[in-house]
């Protein structure tokens, strides 16, 4: 079993569409989890972190965390063509980051 | 800032070849990391260097796989013979580690796709 999971879709969804995505994981040593998006031929970018359980707000993004659960969400809201990317979950213990197999994202206009 | 650079961008190379990719940091950041991303088995950390020197080589995956970071500038990642099963986009990553703390953001590089005939 790996330790993040990842649905890895695809997912299509038309512009305007609230966009969810998900990962699960069994390390308990995890204290920081984070979104990243990878556009095509790019390198992944950092979008949002948390540390502990509940929700975190950044524009149209929304992260939440369950540590009891092991569950941790993305929301976009209000979504864009520019969103079409690759969204890869990540978990970080010290310097170690684990990634999840990335959600491709595609939004229709 | 000009990101972290990675080169070449795209290689291609024969079987048992020797391949050198090259990485060069964002400046004043002390932890570099290489990764390894292909299809079946997704983003791998594959070495971690803080200020310079190697502390988790774990997920090198053999010792045809070897890395070094000779200044705080300057990193590269070889594969000596190279296999058509490295055939992946590796991508260079730092980020900065202060008083033993890691900080979040980790600042990827645009990768280099190697492509072993």
């Known amino acids: 079993q790996k330790e993040v999971e990842q649905d890895p879709g695809p997912l299509s969804v038309p512009e305007g569409a609230i966009v969810s995505l998900n990962c699960t994981y069994s390390?308990?040593?995890?204290?920081?989890f984070m979104w990243y998006r990878q556009y095509s031929r790019k390198g992944p970018e950092l979008l949002m972190y948390?540390?502990?359980?509940g929700n975190k707000e950044d524009g149209r993004f929304t992260a939440q965390v369950d540590k009891s659960s092991k569950y941790i969400s993305l929301f976009i809201r209000d979504s864009q063509p520019s969103d079409s990317a690759t969204y890869l979950c990540?978990?970080?213990?010290?310097?170690?980051?684990?990634f999840g197999a990335g959600t491709t994202v595609t939004v229709r206009a | 800032d000009a990101g972290v650079i990675q080169s070449p961008r795209h290689e291609v190379t024969e079987m048992g070849q020797e391949v050198t990719l090259r990485c060069k940091p964002i400046s004043g950041h002390n932890s570099l990391f290489w990764y390894r991303q292909t299809m079946m088995r997704g983003l791998e950390l594959l070495i971690y260097?803080?200020?310079?020197?190697?502390?988790?080589d774990s997920g090198m995956p053999e010792d045809r796989f070897s890395a070094k970071m000779p200044n705080a500038s300057f990193s590269t990642l070889k594969i000596q013979p190279s296999e058509p099963r490295d055939s992946a986009v590796y991508f260079c990553?730092?980020?900065?580690?202060?008083?033993?703390?890691?900080?979040?953001?980790?600042?990827f590089g645009p990768g280099t796709r190697l492509t072993v005939l």
């Open positions: 948390t540390y502990s359980s």
């Open positions: 390390n308990s040593a995890f204290q920081y």
């Open positions: 990540a978990m970080r213990n010290d310097y170690k980051l684990s």
């Open positions: 990553a730092s980020s900065a580690r202060r008083g033993g703390v890691s900080y979040n953001e980790q600042f």
């Open positions: 260097f803080n200020n310079n020197v190697p502390i988790d």
